[in-house]
């Protein structure tokens, strides 16, 4: 994937090098703590926890006895007060998720008014090492790269993209890109009015399955997506390279709840707890964006 020419996002907070971004006494907040979840079993708990009206210490225990960890404990904080890092980032890393976030910056405010009617707001990457803070709560790398609407700002510990390689059989620029570009995704579904929707609809929900069902057509659509985003970065730059498409889709197919539960421990694969689809459910959706660059085709709460 071609990047290092773009331009650099203004709307970086790098706090990698932080101290973990300010404990205190005061509000509620979660703890992951005692290395409970594996990266990538959930990649955006905060978003959930946050979105679907359960308790979300219910939807962490349910990916522990996935992964064999822990539950979390509660734990009282409040966030300090912190600026944002005035200079870029210099590093090689820190370099392409800013290019990567300012190309998601310059598709998503001409093609969302355009094809949606909706104001394009841009979030705020926060880069951390780690664990930082989040209006959603304490953010670890344990939890993957995740979306908070409470402050509309994507977390992401760059650690993560070594562990696509390691972990996931994922790898390379655009499979970063695209694991960005689907956290940008849920913050469209926030612009768009889709995830306070879920809530409500997740607070009425008759069963835990009903409300899992809810989550994931949140994630096939942020999926769906960050593909649209993909064609037309692609179209308006060239930015694709031989092979880009086949490693997002390896990596897609690789954190589909199937294959993470296969891999958890016990090789026991339940539908009913999938939050974030099937392999061949995220595939699905990804190139359905890929394939025409239209935002309607993402409706995944379409009957």
């Not at 909706?118 to 304490?138: E, H």
């Not at 999926?223 to 064609?231: E, H, I, K, P, S």
Request: net charge neutral; proline share 4%; with cysteine.
């Amino acid at each position: 994937m071609k990047w290092e020419d773009f331009r650099q996002s203004d709307n970086i907070d790098d706090r990698r090098g932080d101290d973990g971004g300010g404990f205190g006494g005061g509000g509620g907040g979660l703890n992951f703590g005692g290395g409970g979840l594996g990266i990538g079993t959930i990649i955006i708990l905060g978003l959930i926890s946050w979105v679907v009206g359960v308790d979300p210490r219910i939807l962490i225990t349910g990916a522990e006895m996935v992964s064999g960890g822990r539950a979390p404990q509660t734990q009282q904080y409040v966030e300090q007060p912190r600026s944002r890092n005035a200079a870029p980032p210099a590093d090689n890393t820190g370099r392409f998720v800013s290019a990567v976030v300012a190309m998601n910056e310059d598709v998503w405010k001409d093609v969302l008014p355009q094809q949606a009617g909706v104001r394009w707001k841009p979030p705020v990457l926060v880069m951390f090492d780690g664990v930082t803070r989040s209006a959603c709560g304490t953010a670890q790398s344990a939890m993957g790269p995740f979306y908070c609407p409470a402050d509309q700002k994507v977390y992401l510990d760059t650690s993560f993209f070594r562990d696509m390689q390691r972990k996931f059989g994922g790898g390379g620029d655009f499979a970063y890109a695209y694991v960005i570009a689907h956290e940008v995704g849920h913050h469209i579904e926030n612009l768009m009015g889709i995830l306070p929707r879920v809530q409500q609809a997740q607070q009425r929900a008759g069963s835990k399955a009903e409300a899992n069902r809810l989550s994931v057509r949140v994630e096939l659509m942020a999926d769906c997506l960050a593909g649209v985003w993909a064609f037309h970065a692609n179209k308006r730059w060239n930015v694709l390279e031989v092979g880009d498409v086949e490693k997002a889709i390896r990596t897609a197919q690789a954190i589909g709840d199937d294959r993470l539960q296969q891999a958890g421990g016990s090789g026991r694969i339940v539908p009913d707890s999938f939050t974030h689809g099937s392999a061949a459910q995220r595939t699905q959706w990804l190139k359905r964006g890929l394939e025409g660059g239209r935002v309607d085709v993402c409706n995944t709460f379409a009957k």
